[in-house]
């Protein structure tokens, strides 16, 4: 492992997985994370102040690599990348300061990633959320249409077609081009020595959708400039600065892979469109790590996405779930019992852990013996985010690892307690007072206050039930003024 001490990161922008997470992992390496101010980043609204982190990029001291997430200078940050507001030209003029760098420090390696756009739009109402909702339906069709050359589908395009306003078609479509236009000069820029190493990540999509073209086109770049071994092409988005500072770390990991279900690892999660061990196939090879079958460094036991939702869950399905997580939990605690050491990735639902997988892991005293957890959003950033933090704890020196610990419970207050418990009550709550939980408004300091409090109980009994620890602390805020995040201090 070369040693490094010194990281710089331009994240995606100020969100806790893209922000905080990364540093946080830094502090369980052992490492300096130097990141912009916060407040220089894009938020839901708000675009990056790039002329800002323009000069805080230029005027770094002595780093030993640089992780920069393109749509942040291109853009403004992940929500601005979905909208029309930046030409392709004034994009790509913006990303020349990551040229001037180059230029400056030929030796310092620089690592890249950039998003490739989601099916729909950024939901910051309940208004926006029909569109995006007929947009996802309108790329998926495109696609399904053609692909299958249905008469039956081709009719439901157009139905969808003609519930789109033709300016947001129009314009989404544009958005579409210009991003795939940025993807593509990305990669020229790659094969021009520019970057060192360049991350595709497919945001939220479906197995069919207009995404399928952008990606072929970007797969054929790729071979036609030899760049196999200098990128890769996954779902993904939020984590990604993370399985980079795990590429920087270069521990060169190694993972023996143990699936909740066997057919789980050929299960397409939601809101991604391929198998899930493709996925993670890719993201070892992203972090430098490896799988092996035997004498691993860590055992990632993943709870494997089920075919059905949360909600839709049947009586059956629950029972026969049950029964496979007891053997799941089993095997855990088994490999715990033989001092292995212990990753879970729990990609079962998005947006939130398996209750029941959890009660057990509590019933049975194992949640504070994880090396790595997490269980938030989507299946790929959940798996990036554990594969990201193993290589952190290998990184640094096993037997301090308190900042370890300190993360392996933000996750669990926040992916379980949160996500699964909380956030559907406050939700409740602030339709209750007629407020969408897309856009809090007013109403966030006083759900926030709600959620502190409820959170607080919750906290300090796991902290000191499975991390012998009394929590002087317990903090919680709605980074993006809305439910679906919250940033967990404790």
């Not at 057990?360 to 299946?379: I, R, S, V």
């Not at 290589?391 to 669990?412: K, T």
């Not at 939980?437 to 409090?453: A, D, F, H, I, W």
Request: charged share 25%.
């Amino acid at each position: 492992m070369k040693n490094f001490k010194r990281i710089a990161l331009l994240p995606l922008d100020n969100r806790p997985p893209n922000y905080l997470f990364p540093a946080q992992l830094a502090q369980v390496a052992g490492v300096e994370l130097l990141v912009p101010p916060r407040e220089f980043l894009g938020d839901l609204h708000r675009s990056a102040q790039r002329d800002s982190l323009e000069r805080w990029l230029l005027q770094l001291p002595d780093v030993d690599a640089l992780i920069v997430a393109i749509d942040t200078f291109a853009f403004g940050g992940l929500a601005q990348s979905r909208q029309l507001k930046e030409s392709q030209a004034d994009a790509m003029a913006r990303l020349k300061v990551l040229l001037q760098w180059r230029e400056q420090r030929p030796h310092v390696p620089l690592y890249a990633f950039n998003v490739l756009m989601r099916l729909g739009i950024t939901m910051d109402s309940d208004a926006v959320s029909i569109n995006h909702f007929n947009l996802q339906r309108y790329s998926r069709l495109v696609d399904e249409a053609a692909h299958f050359d249905s008469d039956y589908l081709r009719k439901q395009l157009a139905e969808v077609t003609a519930q789109i306003a033709p300016k947001v078609l129009s314009d989404y479509l544009a958005t579409r081009a210009r991003n795939h236009q940025i993807n593509a000069e990305m990669l020229r820029w790659l094969a021009d020595e520019k970057f060192d190493f360049l991350s595709l990540v497919q945001e939220d999509c479906a197995e069919f959708g207009l995404h399928r073209g952008e990606q072929k086109v970007l797969l054929a770049l790729i071979d036609e400039f030899h760049l196999q071994e200098k990128t890769s092409l996954h779902p993904g988005a939020d984590e990604a600065g993370m399985i980079l500072l795990a590429r920087v770390l270069n521990t060169k990991s190694t993972f023996t892979a143990h699936w909740s279900s066997p057919s789980g690892a050929s299960q397409i999660p939601p809101f991604e469109d391929r198998p899930f061990n493709e996925t993670l196939a890719a993201q070892l090879r992203v972090a430098n790590c490896d799988a092996t079958e035997t004498n691993a460094d860590f055992e990632l036991f993943i709870n494997a996405p089920v075919s059905y939702s949360r909600p839709q869950q049947t009586d059956e399905q629950a029972e026969e779930h049950r029964k496979i997580i007891t053997q799941f939990v089993q095997q855990m605690k088994n490999a715990i019992e033989q001092n292995q050491r212990v990753a879970l990735c729990d990609a079962a639902f998005p947006n939130g852990a398996d209750d029941a997988l959890m009660k057990l892991l509590d019933e049975q005293n194992l949640l504070g013996k994880l090396c790595a957890f997490a269980a938030w959003n989507t299946a790929s950033n959940t798996l990036g985010t554990v594969i990201a933090q193993c290589a952190a704890f290998a990184a640094g020196d096993f037997e301090q690892n308190g900042f370890n610990h300190h993360f392996v419970l933000d996750r669990i207050l926040d992916d379980w307690i949160y996500q699964t418990r909380l956030r559907p009550q406050m939700e409740k709550r602030a339709r209750a007072a007629e407020v969408s939980p897309l856009n809090l408004g007013v109403y966030q300091e006083e759900l926030q206050k709600q959620t502190e409090r409820e959170m607080k109980g919750y906290a300090q009994l796991i902290a000191q039930r499975h991390f012998k620890r009394r929590l002087k602390q317990c903090h919680i805020r709605f980074p993006w003024g809305r439910t679906f995040e919250v940033e967990v201090r404790t």
